[in-house]
């Protein structure tokens, strides 16, 4: 069976393709999928530790069979518009400048006692390096169902009116927002709360990673926003 692989962040770099081809049997599990992965195409030898795969924009854990057809995606440990839900949540995946201001005016009602932004912004230093710029990326469609699933999780979880998550991808300079995320609600303590939730859980989940570019190299590194 021959199974399409897409790569991203550090991965495509080492391979220097967003997609590979993988042949395993019918009916094998995703952890032979990774062996094979590694043994087939050398430039991801070492490489898979940490590596969280997805079928179908969905993660899965190693012992998940694969079927043909399946959409296969490794996702390196993640760094991290449409609206849905009757605009209680809204989410992006976007190269655009965000707007955290109109964003958060976008989820204003008259029930609503409170509304907290929170952005993500490039700095010029990490680990006592000089930063120079970001890249993101994305896998774009997967990472906008997951932002759509925690904006969900956290409505439930708190008592929130709406929020929404939206993320950059490209390059950013020092200075640029890369994450917004904004909550209304009736009161200030659960908008507190749930941002802070929210937030954690993008950097977690999100299946957007950045490369950091200082003077003299660069690295891809954990963490969104």
């Not at 393709?17 to 430039?43: D, F, K, M, W």
């Not at 000089?130 to 956290?154: Q, S, W």
């Not at 909550?183 to 977690?204: G, I, L, N, Q």
Request: net charge negative; with cysteine.
């Amino acid at each position: 069976m021959d199974v399409r692989v897409r790569l991203f962040a550090a991965l495509r770099e080492a391979v220097g393709a967003s997609e590979i081809s993988v042949e395993i049997p019918e009916g094998e599990p995703v952890s032979r999928l990774l062996g094979e992965a590694q043994r087939q195409h050398p430039a991801l030898a070492n490489r898979c530790d940490g590596v969280v795969v997805a079928i179908n924009q969905e993660y899965v854990d190693q012992s998940t069979i694969i079927s043909a057809g399946d959409e296969v995606a490794l996702i390196p440990p993640v760094s991290g518009g449409a609206i849905s839900e009757a605009e209680a949540v809204q989410v992006g995946v976007t190269p655009e400048p965000l707007d955290a201001l109109r964003i958060a005016e976008s989820l204003k009602a008259s029930s609503d006692g409170a509304v907290l932004t929170f952005e993500g912004i490039v700095r010029d230093n990490n680990l006592g390096r000089h930063v120079l710029f970001l890249e993101y990326e994305a896998y774009p469609e997967m990472a906008e169902g997951v932002l759509r699933k925690i904006g969900r999780e956290t409505i439930e979880d708190f008592d929130i009116g709406s929020i929404a998550l939206w993320h950059r991808t490209g390059r950013l300079e020092i200075g640029e927002t890369s994450l917004v995320v904004a909550v209304a609600s009736p009161h200030r303590r659960a908008a507190f709360d749930a941002c802070r939730e929210a937030v954690e859980k993008v950097k977690a989940l999100a299946p957007v990673w950045k490369r950091e570019v200082w003077d003299g190299g660069s690295e891809w590194l954990r963490g969104a926003g």
